[in-house]
């Protein structure tokens, strides 16, 4: 009896000590090997597109200097909401981390998600990648101010396409037809190269997409681009006005990052900082930038959390101001 109380107690001993020791993990307490095994990087979006090849390629540089892998997961859903509130409510142990878009400080206010800056840890920004208004090359407009005199004398005829209800690029088309003072109709699509289709195929009137997304259709000469929505012209249309540059005071872009969950341990956050911004300075992501037509924005976790606070005060403001409906 005494021989199976005493292995009774020594088991119950071990099995506290484990259960002690997953504790530790899942709360945030750092460790001393961090990392010692795979990381899991979820993406709000689905594979194949701009996100998830940017967080790809990133994920990819990142794994050299952490010597372990990072395996992607794309969870989609909710304009970015479903991966953005995995990766918040995940274990903060530094083995889950997740990528970010601008959307990020927008759902709140959106009436999507219970999702703000303050919910994550930052690693580092990648990219920024401005809305510009893109239009057929045969329309009876070439500017921006011959697009709004239009506009103006044709209320709700001008259809702009978008990413989606919600999205950032439907966001950007609200906020000028606010600033503009014109009377438009949103078309969401899911995603922005349905949009650029429908455009290619006289379905609709403009689309607010990046650039890089109607990069095809302005080299082959179907489509032109009328006006940036950055803070300075894209490298890639230097002859292309920002709204700035003709009398439009906002400024509305896409970005993205990488972020951890609140409470991840300050040891793992050092290594992923480190080794995130060696991959943002990386030549295969420098190169994958160029290709896709995107900015190179890099920013250190404490710069990003900064500037989506701002960019969520920024929104928050905005987005009750303008009309989201047709």
């Given at each position: 009896m005494?021989?199976?109380?005493?292995?009774?107690?020594f088991?119950s001993f071990v099995?506290?000590?484990?259960?002690c020791?997953?504790l530790?993990?899942?709360?945030?307490?750092?460790t001393?090997?961090?990392?010692?095994?795979?990381?899991e990087?979820?993406?709000?979006?689905?594979?194949?597109g701009a996100?998830?090849?940017?967080s790809?390629?990133?994920?990819?540089?990142?794994?050299d200097?952490?010597?372990?892998?990072?395996?992607?997961?794309n969870?989609?859903?909710?304009?970015?909401?479903?991966?953005?509130?995995?990766?918040k409510?995940a274990?903060?142990?530094?083995?889950?981390?997740?990528?970010?878009?601008?959307?990020?400080?927008?759902?709140?206010?959106?009436?999507l998600?219970?999702?703000?800056?303050?919910?994550?840890?930052?690693?580092g920004?990648l990219?920024?990648?401005?809305?510009?208004?893109?239009v057929?090359?045969?329309?009876?407009?070439?500017?921006i101010?011959?697009?709004?005199?239009?506009?103006?004398d044709?209320?709700?005829?001008?259809?702009?396409?978008?990413?989606?209800?919600?999205?950032?690029?439907?966001?950007a088309?609200a906020?000028?037809?606010?600033?503009?003072?014109i009377?438009v109709?949103y078309v969401?699509?899911?995603?922005?190269?349905?949009a650029v289709?429908?455009l290619?195929?006289?379905?609709i009137?403009?689309?607010?997409v990046s650039?890089?997304?109607?990069?095809?259709g302005?080299?082959?000469?179907?489509?032109?681009?009328?006006?940036?929505?950055?803070?300075e012209r894209?490298?890639?249309?230097?002859?292309?006005?920002?709204?700035?540059e003709?009398?439009?005071?906002?400024a509305v872009?896409?970005?993205?990052?990488?972020?951890?969950?609140k409470?991840?341990p300050e040891?793992a956050?050092?290594?992923l900082?480190?080794s995130?911004?060696?991959?943002?300075?990386?030549e295969?992501f420098?190169?994958l930038?160029e290709?896709?037509?995107?900015?190179?924005?890099?920013?250190?976790?404490?710069?990003?959390?900064?500037?989506?606070?701002?960019?969520y005060?920024?929104?928050s403001?905005?987005?009750p101001?303008?009309?989201?409906?047709?």
């Amino acid at each position: 009896m005494t021989k199976k109380v005493s292995a009774f107690i020594f088991l119950s001993f071990v099995l506290i000590l484990s259960a002690c020791g997953n504790l530790n993990v899942s709360s945030g307490e750092e460790t001393a090997n961090y990392p010692e095994d795979q990381i899991e990087v979820i993406v709000p979006f689905s594979s194949g597109g701009a996100s998830d090849l940017v967080s790809r390629t990133v994920a990819s540089e990142m794994e050299d200097g952490l010597g372990v892998p990072l395996t992607i997961t794309n969870k989609t859903g909710g304009s970015g909401a479903t991966g953005m509130m995995s990766t918040k409510n995940a274990q903060p142990n530094g083995y889950t981390i997740g990528y970010v878009p601008v959307e990020m400080s927008m759902l709140e206010s959106l009436g999507l998600a219970e999702v703000k800056p303050e919910d994550y840890e930052f690693i580092g920004q990648l990219m920024t990648i401005p809305s510009a208004i893109t239009v057929p090359a045969d329309a009876p407009y070439d500017t921006i101010e011959e697009f709004v005199s239009y506009a103006k004398d044709n209320p709700g005829k001008i259809q702009i396409g978008n990413s989606g209800t919600g999205s950032i690029w439907h966001i950007a088309a609200a906020a000028f037809a606010q600033e503009a003072e014109i009377d438009v109709e949103y078309v969401p699509y899911e995603g922005a190269a349905p949009a650029v289709t429908a455009l290619m195929g006289d379905h609709i009137s403009a689309v607010s997409v990046s650039p890089s997304e109607v990069r095809g259709g302005v080299d082959s000469e179907d489509l032109k681009v009328l006006a940036v929505m950055g803070e300075e012209r894209d490298p890639e249309l230097p002859d292309v006005p920002t709204m700035k540059e003709v009398g439009y005071d906002f400024a509305v872009a896409g970005w993205g990052g990488f972020v951890a969950p609140k409470g991840t341990p300050e040891n793992a956050l050092e290594q992923l900082r480190s080794s995130f911004e060696e991959a943002a300075e990386s030549e295969g992501f420098q190169q994958l930038m160029e290709d896709r037509g995107m900015i190179p924005a890099y920013k250190s976790g404490e710069e990003f959390m900064e500037y989506a606070q701002e960019q969520y005060d920024y929104f928050s403001e905005l987005i009750p101001s303008i009309e989201l409906s047709e």
